[in-house]
């Protein structure tokens, strides 16, 4: 199947998909770009993983993005002598630092951090916040609380803190080891976990130094707080929900899923809706009708990408819930009302920079002239088409590149089918005759029709789109 829709899919590996047989069944159902999560698995799981789908990348002559996701400072409880304990709500649990395995009246909390920050009166949720645990008196080395919510718990269940802010970065020595062999093996994308300041996020970039993009996750109710300033220093944000449900009041989701796209719209940078999209096909050939609910408001939003999670990485349907996924955002985009909001929600953009305005017009342009049939964008460095997709053109986005990372790395942004090209033009006839070259040969557009160039030149010149054309094509 062919990568025929303006909104992509970003597939988790893990048990369920791991071999090269899976991985190729999965782009055939129409994946656009891989995740490897990073807090499970070994590096040379995840060497061999990335290995396969390079070659399957060769193979189908198509860019397949791959984005390496840091584990991040996850804080967790220690280990229980039973399998499992139950807490019942109005006991008193002790949270704290010994070195011993725990009962159903305290456990190990290995996290100074955590201590520093607590004080009475503060909410611990564990396990995804199944339980509550309601902070009475607290020092540096332990925590004395009720329990407000109760249920079992288990080894290692996850801890969050909501709206505490941390003294943590957000990259942990494991997450630095893990980016170093990641962009070694030529990751895409680096997801950043557990992001609490915009700090964390130039921490991130001075580390990554350029080999790759970023995507920050916005799981903290802190970094909502920095939100504008989050966008403007990454590649790309992935809103996700599972711990941003956590974190936050769950009703306050949705509206913080709908802002955080709005935003990154805004700045033209790509966004991904991520966590529980399909879930109950983890177990299930077919999904609720609420989780196609789900997924299809976040193509209505205008999402760049949706992400499976579990559905692919340990599910017993990952192909299924590919194919359900890409099922839905067809059916979504073939709507003649998906449209109409897309272009309904565009703005001017403020400050405009030369670029701004060129690709604006270029849908306005696109809106006008009859029988356009796609968006020709020439980018050095992806620039010109995160604007040209900003502005959610009806068209194709057309993204002729001569840097092959570049190009993998345009995969996950709406509407965008990036190509290699590597010529050196010392002509703008050369320019054009390139564009219809690539738009006629791959299916675009053929003899009457018009395409839209969008470009900067001298050509191969980053930060520097000057120019728009529409080219009749004789």
Same mark, same amino acid.
């Given at each position: 199947m062919p990568q025929d829709t303006h909104t992509k899919i970003l597939a988790t590996i893990g048990p369920s998909s791991a071999t090269r047989e899976q991985i190729e069944k999965l782009i055939d159902a129409g994946v656009d770009a891989f995740r490897i999560n990073f807090s499970h698995g070994t590096h040379d799981e995840h060497k061999q993983r990335v290995k396969i789908i390079r070659q399957l990348e060769k193979e189908k002559g198509r =860019?397949?993005?791959?984005?390496?996701?840091?584990?991040? $400072?996850?804080?967790? *409880?220690g280990k229980f002598k039973e399998d499992k304990v139950l807490l019942q709500e109005g006991q008193t649990f002790v949270l704290d630092m010994k070195d011993e395995d725990g009962d159903d009246k305290r456990v190990t909390l290995p996290h100074k951090e955590i201590f520093e920050a607590l004080k009475p009166g503060d909410d611990l949720l564990v396990n995804d916040g199944y339980i509550v645990l309601h902070?009475?008196?607290?020092?540096?080395?332990?925590?004395?609380?009720? *329990?407000?919510? #109760?249920?079992y718990i288990s080894s290692h269940k996850g801890v969050n803190l909501p709206n505490t802010q941390l003294p943590l970065s957000a990259i942990t020595p494991k997450d630095?080891?893990?980016?170093? =062999?990641?962009l070694k093996i030529g990751v895409d994308w680096i997801g950043l976990s557990f992001v609490q300041t915009a700090k964390d996020v130039e921490e991130a970039?001075?580390?990554?130094? #350029?080999?790759?993009?970023?995507?920050?996750?916005?799981?903290?109710?802190?970094?909502?707080?920095?939100?504008?300033?989050?966008i403007q220093l990454s590649d790309a944000i992935m809103v996700a929900r599972g711990d941003l449900g956590v974190e &936050?009041?769950?009703?306050?989701? $949705? *509206?913080?899923?709908?802002?955080?796209?709005?935003? &990154?719209?805004?700045?033209?940078?790509?966004?991904?809706?991520?966590t529980q999209m399909l879930e109950s096909m983890i177990n299930n050939p077919n999904p609720t009708r609420a989780e196609v609910s789900d997924v299809a408001t976040a193509v209505y939003d205008g999402a760049d990408t949706v992400m499976l999670s579990a559905e692919t990485a340990a599910g017993k349907y990952p192909v299924e819930a590919v194919s359900m996924m890409h099922k839905i955002i067809t059916q979504v985009e073939n709507d003649p009302l998906f449209y109409d909001l897309l272009q309904n929600s565009r703005r001017h953009p403020c400050n405009a920079s030369e670029a701004d305005s060129i690709t604006y017009a270029a849908t306005e342009l696109s809106c006008v002239l009859k029988d356009v049939k796609a968006i020709i964008s +020439?980018?050095?460095?992806?620039?010109?088409? =995160?604007?040209?997709?900003?502005?959610? $053109? +009806?068209?194709?986005?057309?993204?002729?590149?001569?840097? *092959?990372?570049?190009?993998?790395r345009l995969v996950l942004v709406w509407g965008v089918k990036p190509f290699l090209n590597k010529a050196s033009f010392k002509s703008f006839d050369k320019v054009e005759e390139e564009a219809v070259n690539v738009a006629v040969k791959n299916g675009y557009a053929k003899k009457g029709e018009h395409i839209i160039i969008t470009a900067g030149f001298p050509l191969n010149i980053k930060g520097r789109t000057n120019m728009l054309h529409t080219v009749y094509i004789r």
């Open positions: =860019f397949i993005s791959i984005l390496a996701d840091m584990q991040g $400072p996850k804080l967790r *409880v902070v009475e008196s607290c020092d540096k080395k332990q925590a004395i609380t009720t *329990v407000k919510v #109760g249920g630095r080891e893990d980016l170093k =062999f990641a970039r001075k580390l990554i130094d #350029g080999k790759a993009w970023l995507i920050t996750k916005l799981e903290k109710p802190s970094a909502i707080d920095e939100l504008e300033d989050i &936050c009041p769950i009703q306050t989701v $949705p *509206v913080l899923q709908k802002r955080i796209v709005a935003a &990154c719209r805004k700045h033209a940078r790509p966004v991904i809706v991520a +020439y980018t050095t460095s992806g620039l010109t088409t =995160f604007l040209n997709a900003r502005e959610r $053109p +009806y068209l194709p986005i057309l993204a002729l590149t001569p840097d *092959v990372e570049v190009a993998r």
